[in-house]
Every structure is written in structure tokens, then in C-alpha cells.
């Protein structure tokens, strides 16, 4: 069985025991959390499709760790005007392990 969720503002396909980095969620390791925006369920039975969620599904994950990723600049330069700008982001993420899908 997988299913789809979305959290941070992106997609993401799952099935138990899989292991994914989303954005930041509340929570310290260990802890466990739940996904209750599941766009779509699959499996051998099928699949049913949300509009825009499946109702009563949800995705228990517990949070493996929390962290960052890398570095990213982003530099702007205007030739002959000695005009710049270095700007840098550095996402927070959080690695998470699907436990149970419940349709």
C-alpha cells in the first residue's frame, strides 16, 4: 500500500518503512506525527482519489532526526555598476519514517 501526501508545500509518495527528508515539523526524535493531507491511496485494491483529500486517511511517521540542508547562495551582480548582492538560505529539514498508512 502507498499512499500521497503533501506537507511543506510538496508531494510526496509513501509507503511503510520508507525513510524521506520534508521540511521542518514540529517535533523532537523520537516523537511520532501524523500527515492528515493524503491526496491519494494505493494498493492492490486500487486506488482512491481525494478531492482534494481522501476523508479519514491519514500517515503516522515518527521523526528520526531534525537538521538542515545544504548551503544554497544566491548572488546577484550588475556588470559596470559595481552593484551586488549575496544573499544565503539554508533549509531546516526533518527525516521522518513512515510507521502505518490508515485508509
Known amino acids: 500500500m502507498y499512499a500521497v501526501i503533501k506537507t511543506g508545500g510538496k508531494q510526496y509518495r509513501v ?28 494498493g492492490d485494491g486500487g486506488a482512491k482519489i481525494g478531492v482534494p483529500t481522501v476523508a479519514g486517511a491519514k500517515v503516522l511517521a515518527e521523526v528520526v532526526e531534525q537538521g538542515r540542508g ?31 498508512i490508515v485508509g
Open 70 to 100: 545544504p548551503k544554497v547562495i544566491a548572488f546577484k551582480k550588475r556588470r559596470r555598476k559595481n552593484s551586488r548582492r549575496k544573499r544565503g538560505h539554508r533549509q531546516e529539514l526533518t527525516t521522518v519514517k513512515i510507521k502505518s
Open 15 to 42: 509507503a511503510p518503512d520508507d525513510i524521506l527528508e520534508v521540511e521542518k515539523v514540529a517535533g523532537d526524535a523520537g516523537a511520532s506525527v501524523e500527515f492528515t493531507e493524503v491526496l491519494m491511496l494505493g
